[in-house]
Each structure stands twice: as structure tokens, then as C-alpha cells.
């Protein structure tokens, strides 16, 4: 038998994500989401609220402050991301593809142009079972 959670400490893990995003670290004041290309270029940043997510509610937090606007400072196609703390660390990392190609993060739009106006328009957090 695999080893599970039960709902209720889930909701623990996922709130305690949004913990680690909105106090690790003191370089900025809250979180941001990138969108790279493979090459691990940025292609366009979204700084995020603080706290950055809602609190958890079936093993689940949810993206506060959306729809959430950026303009891409570069050219490229988007192919994974990263969302990082306050001290610019890594701390969740994902994929990133158009509709029906399989990734973490669901795209409108993967090809992305300098000077664009981007939105992030939701964004969900499950913690593992």
C-alpha cells in the first residue's frame, strides 16, 4: 500500500507552501512566478501578492490577486517555469505547454514576444496525497 495523507493534513502541506513563499527570504517584499523558455531564459515575470496563495481548502490553494499583468522583457517560447521565495530561491518548479500537450501550467499562448502584456489568470496548488 502507498503511503497517503488524509485531507486534513494535505491542507497543512499546502498552506504551509504558501508560507514558505510569502516569509523566505527578505530580498523582495513577495513571491514571483517566471515563464522561461528551455533554455532557462525569462521571458516574462509576474510578482505575486503577499500571501500569495488563499488558505487551503481540500488540499488545494489557490493564486490570490488574479488576473495578475507583466510585460515579457523577452522573445521566446514558453516551455517551463518557476515560482520563487522572497529571496529569489527556487522553490516550485513546473512545465509549461498549450492546451493539450501535457504540462503543469496550461498556456493561451506559448509564443512570447518582448514588450507583450501577459496575465496570469489562475493558478492552483495541490498538495500530494
Known amino acids: 500500500m502507498a503511503v497517503t495523507h ?3 493534513l494535505r491542507n497543512v502541506i499546502a498552506d504551509a507552501v504558501d508560507n514558505y513563499l510569502n516569509t523566505t527570504g527578505a530580498t523582495d517584499a513577495s513571491a514571483d512566478l517566471q515563464i522561461q523558455d528551455s533554455g532557462s531564459v525569462v521571458l516574462v ?4 501578492q503577499n500571501p500569495a496563495f488563499g488558505a487551503a481548502a481540500s488540499a488545494v490553494i489557490t493564486l490570490a490577486g488574479v ?3 507583466a510585460t515579457a522583457g523577452a522573445t521566446g517560447t514558453a516551455s517551463k517555469g518557476r515560482i520563487r521565495d522572497r529571496a529569489n530561491a527556487d522553490a516550485i518548479l513546473f ?4 492546451s493539450g500537450g501535457g504540462g503543469d501550467v496550461i498556456a493561451s499562448n506559448t509564443s512570447i ?4 502584456s501577459c496575465s496570469l489568470t489562475s493558478l492552483t496548488y ?3 496525497a
Open 126 to 128: 495541490t498538495a500530494p
Open 95 to 98: 512545465s509549461v505547454t498549450a
Open 6 to 8: 488524509v485531507t486534513a
Open 113 to 116: 514576444t518582448s514588450s507583450q
Open 45 to 48: 515575470e509576474f510578482t505575486l
Open 67 to 69: 488576473p495578475i499583468a
